[in-house]
């Protein structure tokens, strides 16, 4: 595996892959690698000759309370990781080389409707943040497609508007979402969490399979998510939200529609903040 930091090496690798009909699979990350994210290279290798994984802790995403300066960055790991996983190139670009004019001055990529709600309203900007790193990195790499996890699956719709918008050439790819045994989505922010809030995490994920059962049984939308909201609490959660949505738009369902519906929770367990998803068909 080779490691560069250099946009011009980036692309001479790349292009010279190509060149020889190579197909390109890309994976971006922030590092702090685990189960999940190799699950993705893992795919990425399964539908292009070349994988490429980016590792950037993008401080545009970040809120100005948020967890930017303490996000794990463990490269050293991660690039053992990387070449189990037989990634052909790790790409560690540093701030200036993705925001060349600073921070205060970058250009800002906004994604409306499925990047305002949610997310988009609990933590302002995170998505422009995500959307502006993303279509960088895409017109760096310039992979024929990219894999991201449905575990944030607001990010997915985004990125997937995103292309669309813009019309890049490169296919989305959804990773499925990779679970520890308990049930607890897995996250680099896990390890932020102490015994006690590692043993209530579950409930995060037993809550959505609740929602899941509640919804089948034909009870309301809303008396679902005041439900939800509630057995959070009782669990020791600081819950953003649990809601019921259209899978495709993150639209709020008319009266009785049934398919096509995800749940998705956002709460804190003390300092942490936990995201997690299930489709409800």
């Known amino acids: 595996m080779r490691t560069v930091a250099d946009v011009r090496a980036l692309r001479a690798s790349i292009q010279a892959w190509k060149k020889d009909g190579h197909r390109i699979g890309f994976v971006p990350t922030m590092g702090n690698l685990h189960a999940g994210h190799y699950s993705l290279v893992e795919?990425?290798?399964?539908?292009?000759?070349?994988?490429?994984?980016?590792?950037?802790?993008?401080p545009t995403q970040f809120g100005p309370n948020e967890d930017y300066t303490r996000y794990p960055r463990t490269l050293a790991e991660d690039t053992v990781g990387l070449v189990d996983h037989q990634c052909d190139?790790?790409?560690?670009?540093?701030?200036?080389?993705?925001?060349?004019?600073?921070?205060?001055?970058?250009?800002?990529?906004?994604?409306?409707?499925?990047?305002?709600?949610?997310?988009?309203?609990?933590?302002?900007?995170?998505?422009?943040?995500?959307?502006?790193?993303?279509?960088?990195?895409?017109?760096?790499?310039?992979?024929?497609?990219?894999?991201?996890?449905a575990k944030d699956w607001q990010q997915l719709l985004v990125v997937r508007r995103l292309v669309r918008e813009l019309a890049l050439p490169v296919e989305i790819l959804a990773g499925p979402i990779v679970r520890e045994a308990d049930g607890l989505a897995m996250s680099s922010r896990n390890?932020?969490?102490?015994?006690?809030?590692?043993?209530?995490?579950?409930?995060?994920?037993?809550?959505?399979?609740?929602?899941?059962?509640?919804?089948?049984?034909?009870h309301a939308r809303a008396a679902v998510e005041g439900a939800a909201m509630r057995r959070l609490e009782r669990s020791g959660f600081v819950p953003d939200y649990a809601v019921v949505r259209r899978a495709v738009d993150l639209a709020t369902p008319a009266e009785g529609e049934r398919t096509g519906l995800m749940a998705l929770v956002a709460a804190r367990l003390g300092d942490t903040r936990l995201i997690d998803n299930l489709p409800l068909d």
């Open 43 to 58: 795919l990425a290798r399964r539908h292009a000759d070349r994988v490429v994984v980016s590792v950037f802790v993008n």
């Open 89 to 149: 190139l790790l790409f560690v670009p540093a701030v200036d080389a993705l925001y060349p004019c600073g921070l205060e001055h970058a250009l800002r990529v906004h994604v409306p409707e499925v990047g305002d709600t949610l997310e988009g309203e609990h933590r302002p900007g995170h998505f422009d943040g995500v959307a502006t790193v993303v279509a960088k990195l895409l017109a760096m790499v310039d992979p024929d497609l990219a894999v991201f996890g």
């Open 191 to 218: 390890r932020y969490l102490d015994d006690d809030q590692r043993a209530r995490a579950p409930q995060l994920h037993a809550t959505l399979e609740w929602m899941r059962e509640s919804s089948r049984e034909g």
